[in-house]
């Protein structure tokens, strides 16, 4: 059986690897794309974004001339999907009501029908991204927050409860570094971006981390008055092996569901299943492997210290 | 004891019986579907609400289009849904959503359009009416040439002090002086001018602003007062003489169609405050349902490899937390009807993923209950020990939920990432459901089956698959 507790050094370099090249994906992301750690959706930046569903194939050039002689030089052209699927995806500045309604008539007269029921167009001002944006930031914030003050307020019963809530909220942002990593890196390789959907499962990812913690964390609280005397390393060890099998069996359940979306679902879901799938992993590895060690090796440093005063 | 775990067993078989009536029928009889008497009398029904991402739409995002400085009164954001919802409503589409969303946007949806363009040509006409003073020094020549070329003049209303100023510094400006807009309009009506028979729009103010067009016209008789729509003159009639009742008419060259419709315009349309429309998003209809079946079908093949999962680890409490799941499922679904609550793709993959969580609670008192027979507990104290021990970390880790979710409600609440406020609902009704199903009616389920076969199944241990 492993021992949680004395591994902790293997943990915490896997947390530190898992960590460096997180953020290695962050810097190359913002290296490659003018600053964004993560690629950003109009949800977030403004702009306008067309899904454009062709009946008979059209060539990128003719769809981009278009949109430079409305006077959208910087669009960027891209195919969705495979060659006879005949989907192109258009990223542009900020653009008006009419002059959307424009493009997609010049569209249709220069390049070829449009199939409308099965194309969309989204315009968001930069403005109201912003403001978007700045409340993710908050929306993060709060989670974090709440959910501090929720576990020093569920175990204020053990001993130094805010240990419990700061070790919890270390392993959150672990979880939240490498789920931002991942998804740079996949914005990187794919072509992934930031958008509200994401944001709804980066928060969800926040809001089930603390689901492992406190399930151990829920068996420390009824273990210390049961083995009064023992080391708090040995009762924390105990907790964490009476709980495993049930992260697992959890862990495995939630993944069933997600690898069968990933596999077989729509395509626009993916990133959104993948960021929560990931986030699950990470967060089962720091709940156990950051959040439990950190708590042992914080709880020891004081012991030692108190050693060291009653000698002295 | 025993009689009471009889009748609730009975009463979750009750419930289930009701959940599949709900969510399995089609067709349900008129007096079933009146009782649900929080839900607008019109449109009272067992449905799945689609969001736009499914059945396709539009949704359009606008902002009181003010200058720096100024902020909207909620009243006046209250007026302005009205109006749009009025005008949207017009175009006779499929129950359309019209939102105040924060302190100065506006959300407007309409599912299933085929014509984006023509719905946003109507929300977004302002029909600002406003009376003002020309400019010092302006002709009647000069205003009749401007109203003949419907040439956009301006006018200080919603301008700062300072753009004033500088407004009025320019030349080439033509700055008219706002007295009265058409937010103070109490009612608007077509008469006909009783000497020539010409149609005319009546008009007739509010009190208080009543009482400010006595005292200004009292004060200005000879000069011309303008109205203007839009930015544009529609007339500059003489001031003749005070008018004390607040009544005025306008005119202009009208027919009677052109009258009512500035009429109408005028009573319903008349917008306390311009709007910008600042994001526009078009769904294609075919579009979302095409997503949806897939990943609904994956997540059908997850579950039930789920299902699967639970029955062989846990046996013969696994079949107990299935059929707990299979309610989960039911009560989620009807829920989602009866609220009712707006279905989107990630609503539903959060839904999904909620299943998958769901036996999370089970697995927690199963865990709990084979450690309790190793330490050699007779069964049915077992299965208490276990039920009981877990409900801490349980209850503990899905408060944590609830706890997000209301956090991902408020920031969806904040403006229109109604996607995110969808999954948060969903999310909620999904952990409050599943500690009833995963605790009160597994826990009977096990009770039930313990209490009439438990010494047969602790002779078989892998029942239990200890």
Known sequence: MINFVQNRRLFFTIAGVLIALSLVALVVSAILFDGQFLRISIDFKGGTLFVLQFDAPVDEVSIREVFVDNGHTGAIVQRLGAVDDNMWQVRTRFAETEEVQKILDDLETRVGHINRTLSNWNTVESTVGAEVARYAALAVLAASIAVLGFIWFSFRKVPNPFRYGVVSIVAMLVNVVITLGFYALMGILQGWEADALFLTALLTVIGFSVQDVIVVFDRIRENIPRHRGEPFELIVNRSVLETVHRSLATQLNAMFVMVAILLFGGSTIKPFIAVMLVGMLSETFTSLCVAVPLLVVWEEHDHKRALVRAAA | ?466
């Open chain 2, 1 to 466: 004891m025993e009689r009471r775990n009889i009748i609730y067993f009975v009463l979750i078989l009750l419930l289930a019986a009701v959940a599949v009536y709900g969510v399995v029928w089609q067709q349900h009889p008129e007096w079933v579907t009146n009782l649900f008497f929080w839900q607008p009398a019109s449109s009272r029904n067992l449905d799945f609400q689609l969001g736009l991402d499914l059945q396709g739409g539009l949704q359009v995002l606008m902002v009181a289009d003010l200058p720096e400085g100024r902020t909207v009164g909620a009243q006046d954001m209250a007026t302005a849904r009205n109006i749009v919802e009025n005008r949207v409503n017009a175009l006779g589409l499929t129950e359309p959503v019209v939102q105040v969303q924060g302190t100065e946007r506006i959300v407007v949806e309409i599912p299933g359009i085929e014509d984006p363009a023509q719905a946003v040509d109507t929300i977004r006409e302002t029909a600002m009416l406003e009376f003002a003073t020309p400019p010092a020094g302006v002709t009647a020549d000069t205003l009749y040439a401007l109203r003949e070329l419907q040439m956009p003049i301006s006018t200080t209303h919603l301008m700062s002090e300072a753009e004033i100023q500088s407004t009025s510094a320019m030349t080439d400006v033509f700055l008219f002086t706002t007295e009265l807009t058409g937010g103070e309009l109490d009612s608007a009506y077509v008469v006909r001018d009783p000497n020539t028979s010409q149609p005319l729009v009546a008009i007739e103010f509010k009190p208080e602003a009543a009482s400010k067009f006595a005292s200004y016209t009292a004060s200005h008789v000879g000069n011309a007062l303008c109205i203007i729509l839009d930015k544009r003159i529609i007339s500059c009639p003489n001031i003749q003489t005070s008018i004390p009742s607040g009544k005025a008419t306008i005119e202009g060259q009208f027919t009677y169609e052109s009258a009512s419709q500035l009429a109408v315009q005028l009573q319903y349309g008349a917008l306390p405050i311009p709007l910008k429309i600042e994001s526009y998003k078009a769904i294609g209809p075919s579009l979302g349902s095409l997503s949806v079946e897939k990943s609904v079908r994956a997540g059908i093949v997850g579950l039930a490899v789920v299902f699967l999962f639970m029955l062989i680890y846990y046996r013969i409490n696994g079949l107990a937390a299935d059929l707990a799941l299979a309610l989960y499922v039911l009560l989620n679904l009807l829920l989602y009807k009866l609220v009712p609550v707006t279905m989107t793709l990630p609503g539903i993959a959060g839904f999904l993923l909620s299943v998958g969580m769901a036996v999370d609670a089970n697995i927690l008192v199963f865990e709990r209950m084979k450690e309790e027979l190793r330490h050699g507990r007779s069964l049915k104290r077992a299965a208490e020990a276990g039920f009981s021990r877990a409900w801490t970390s349980v209850r503990d880790s899905n408060l944590a939920t609830l706890l997000t979710c209301l956090i991902l409600y408020i920031f969806g609440n904040a403006f229109a990432a109604s996607l995110v406020k969808g999954f948060a609902i969903t999310l909620a009704i999904g952990t409050v459901v599943n500690l009833f199903t995963a605790i009160f009616v597994t826990r009977t389920l096990v009770r039930v089956a313990f209490g009439a076969a438990g010494e047969w199944i602790q002779k078989r241990a892998w029942l239990l698959g200890l």
